[in-house]
């Protein structure tokens, strides 16, 4: 960009302002919408048609602000024409950022393993910081359109373009099939649609915000989806806070329920409710996860944080390098609004549950548990609990059971502590159905970030840069388009098999990321010396390695074991193995591959007792290694290329790499 | 040699980029390292033992800070060195 002249500057505050005056009348307009609905319950609207208004209420919305801002041009639609400033960058990535996995899943999986579940609130924020300190805004000043783009300038051309397409197909694709299986989860439960409908009904909506408009209708999306996301997050948690300690912040409150927690917890053991081997006290440390694990789940989320695509991509958008940086600050402080909240949701639901149902009698359960429980999504004594009679005869069955239900009773899947807060604590429908959008929008818009990272991908880097470079700007977009409909189409027909490990997926696709891409991107930037050939290498073992322990682990166990010198995993608190390697190998099944997760071994045998979601562990080292050894042995990069990373290290200039457009 | 403004603003960007490396890894890992000692305290008026709390809220507010922080130090390193944008 040229000097600015003090009318551009100018002109940039108006545009700030008119943001400011969208998006204000926005926020508006969507809490009267709240209250309208929440008039509506009092009338006796029936709670079917409250959440049909919420869905397809903000649905309308993202979709009409999808259509506005549709483009023909090449660069708005790729980086949203580099206008996006700081602050609406960092709301629109924190939509990005925080998934239906973010949204529904972590307080479930914090309120079950109490401090381990932690590692993932921790994991899923510090990785910013190596994305504003070693990655983003260097990215940002070459100016590329993907980051496969970033790898072909500076590793020599094609082959490290192409494995970088690769490895951002293979973890981002992962990762938008699980936002779709999201997307279809909500809408079926509360809208009662059958789930296949509800995943292409999700997949219109998606398809609605990216197509026309690219990155930069996606852009203005997300950051309305932000808005709705968050109100939804902090309303219910706000309320329980206010009702129970008096005071509506429950981030600082929520020290409070956790001492009434562990009181509750010896409670528990004293009244026989609970027993020393099934309670896991909520506050201590690595009784779910080993220490090993613990932290390493950290460092993979971090590290791949600041190596997944559809994060890097999002600093593309700024006006600058500076205001780059000053946005990943504000994305963090976007997420950490949600993320410092879900250790508080996660205490006050199970402040909640310990109790109102453990120690209550079995006849006397709430009506609400068994629309859950019909999906069977809570089971009391071993049986999904449709309805009271069923519970009850599921507790009657047991022999010497008191009639109160015990720890051991109630089980409760952790997607349900979100979703169903609201009525574990009476609070009016209302307040459901706003929870249900939230997770829409959160799901919604990590799937519109991923799907654009994965056609962008294929249609820039693939069609225009490998195969037709002279093709014109029309049909350079239809091709993008085109493509982004397939790819959409692709990962909600992989989401409505419901396929097993969706979850466990997240996790991979981190891993993959960080193996893949991290170590070419950081020495690409932060060693000169780093060469083609190095980095190419460093490339194929770091991301080889790391996909041969994940496919081996969950697909091929049994021939882990025999060939490859895997053992058992060990349980964090006794320290035993989780699996009798020897007896499950004498199975006749032990040696099968692809088995389902019924098979004895799957997910359970790895190398020094490493969970295979940590599998960039052993990856990323490598990649450095092989990057530093390789680069070593051959010729120092060319003085253009050294040119480019000296350029890309000074913010001022223009970017490197200009496109036409 | 007299190194070149260029390659002293690049060394000076890694000092900071190592300085504020290790802030992330302290307050990342090391000090949950220690969370069952950390346990033994309570956060005052809060009520959180101080090793959960530091994992569930500290360390994440350290983070959001040192990022604004960093922001500013990284420009002004730039605009000393003359390669900061023009505003």
């Known amino acids: 960009m040229a000097a600015d002249t003090s009318a551009s500057a100018a002109q940039r505050a108006g545009f700030l302002n008119q943001l400011g005056r969208m998006y204000g009348i926005y926020t508006g307009g969507f809490l009267g919408f709240i209250v309208l609905i929440a008039v509506l319950e009092q009338l006796g609207i029936p709670n079917r048609i409250l959440g049909y208004l919420f869905v397809f209420f903000t649905l309308a919305v993202y979709a009409i602000i999808g259509v506005a801002t549709r483009t023909a041009q090449v660069s708005e639609y790729y980086v949203a024409g580099r206008v996006v400033p700081a602050f609406y960058n960092g709301m629109a990535t924190g939509a990005d950022w925080m998934s239906a996995a973010s949204f529904v899943g972590m307080a479930g999986t914090l309120f079950l393993f109490g401090y381990d579940g932690i590692a993932w609130v921790l994991g899923w924020t510090g990785g910013f910081v190596l994305v504003s300190i070693l990655v983003g805004p260097y990215l940002r000043k070459f100016g590329a359109y993907t980051v496969p783009d970033f790898m072909a300038s500076r590793f020599g051309g094609n082959f490290a373009r192409f494995l970088a397409v690769i490895v951002l197909v293979c973890c981002s694709f992962t990762y938008v099939t699980a936002q779709i299986y999201g997307t279809g989860l909500i809408a079926s439960r509360f809208l009662g649609m059958q789930f296949e409908i509800a995943v292409f009904a999700g997949l219109v909506g998606i398809l609605l915000c990216a197509m026309l408009g690219g990155m930069k209708a996606v852009t203005w999306t997300q950051i309305a989806q932000y808005i709705v996301l968050i109100v939804a997050y902090l309303t219910p948690i706000v309320i329980l806070s206010s009702k129970k300690y008096g005071v509506p912040i429950p981030e600082l409150t929520y020290g409070w329920a956790i001492q009434d927690i562990t009181a509750r917890e010896q409670e528990m053991l004293k009244a026989g409710l609970a027993t020393a081997t099934n309670l896991k006290p909520h506050v201590q440390p690595f009784i779910n996860y080993t220490p090993l694990n613990f932290f390493g789940i950290i460092f993979c989320m971090m590290v791949g944080t600041a190596s997944l695509p559809h994060i890097l991509m999002r600093y593309f958008t700024t006006p600058s390098v500076r205001e780059a940086r000053q946005s990943v600050g504000w994305s963090l402080f976007f997420i950490f609004l949600l993320y410092f909240s879900a250790p508080a949701y996660a205490a006050f639901s199970k402040l909640e549950v310990y109790q109102n149902i453990i120690g209550s009698q079995v006849t006397a359960l709430k009506p609400w548990l068994f629309t859950w429980g019909e999906l069977g999504l809570i089971q009391i004594c071993g049986k999904n609990a449709a309805n009271l009679d069923a519970a009850v005869a599921a507790c009657k069955a047991i022999a010497g059971h008191p009639g109160v239900v015990r720890l051991q009773d109630f089980v409760i899947n952790t997607d349900v502590i979100v979703l169903s807060t609201p009525e574990i604590a009476g609070l009016p429908y209302v307040i459901s159905g706003l929870v249900a959008a939230g997770g829409l929008a959160a799901a919604l818009s990590t799937a519109d970030g991923l799907l654009l990272a994965i056609a962008n991908a294929l249609s820039h880097d693939i069609y225009y840069k490998m195969l037709d470079p002279n093709a014109p700007t029309i049909r350079r977009l239809t091709v993008a388009r085109v493509l982004l409909f397939f790819v959409a189409v692709a990962a909600a027909a992989t989401a409505a098999t419901k396929p097993s490990d969706i979850l466990a997926m997240v996790g991979w696709a981190f891993s993959l990321a960080m193996a893949g891409n991290f170590p070419a991107l950081v020495m690409g930037i932060w060693w000169k010396r780093a060469t083609t050939a190095g980095a190419v290498a460093g490339i194929i073992a770091g991301f080889g390695l790391c996909l041969f322990y994940l496919v081996t682990t969950r697909y091929f166990p049994g021939a882990g074991v025999k060939y490859f010198g895997m053992d058992s995993l060990l349980n964090p608190v006794t320290g035993k193995p989780i699996v009798d390697i020897a007896k499950a190998m004498a199975l006749p099944n032990a040696m099968e591959n692809f088995p389902t997760l019924a098979h004895p071994l799957a997910n359970k045998v790895g190398w020094f007792n490493l969970n295979n979601i940590n599998c960039g562990l052993l990856g990323m080292p490598l990649g450095f290694l092989v990057i530093w050894v390789v680069s070593l042995m051959t010729k120092p990069p060319s003085k253009e290329v050294q040119a480019l990373v000296d350029e890309i290290r000074k913010p001022r200039g223009r970017t490197v790499l200009e496109e036409k457009t | ?87």
């Open chain 2, 1 to 87: 040699m007299q190194l070149s403004s260029d390659q002293v603003h690049w060394k000076r960007t890694t000092r900071l980029m190592f300085l504020h490396l290790f802030i992330w890894l302290f307050f990342g890992y090391i000090v949950h390292m220690f969370v069952n000692s950390l346990n033994q305290y309570t956060v005052p008026v809060l009520n959180f033992p101080l090793g959960f709390y530091m994992a569930a809220q500290g360390s994440l507010i350290v983070f959001v800070v040192m990022l604004f922080v960093f922001a500013r130090q990284q420009d002004k390193i730039d605009r000393e060195h003359g390669v900061a944008e023009d505003d």
